[in-house]
């Protein structure tokens, strides 16, 4: 093996260990809120753990898939793919009241 290879790898692998322990931080905040006494609302139980999970999702998709060194095309289908899902949630969302005639039961 050559010793001029780009990649450091230790300072590689403690980016790695350093991302494993946030991740393994969120999901034990996340099982923390989980168990706040009853006097917060479910509602908002969801909300923090939602935005807990987001963090976490940020760290794995961003530093160990590699998504913010990625070109630009990728961010490019990565933007698409999210405006279609929202698209696809809100048309959801918009017909769920919407039955065809003749089967709803009254």
Known sequence: MSDSHPVDF????QRCIFIFVGVLCAI???????????HYSWAFKVALILCVASINAFLVAGFLMHLLSEKKLIYTL????VFFFVGLMGLTLYAMQDFPMGTMMH
């Open 10 to 13: 230790k300072s590689y692998l």
């Open 28 to 38: 034990g905040l996340m099982i923390y809120i989980s168990y706040l006494p009853p």
């Open 78 to 81: 990565l933007v698409f793919t």
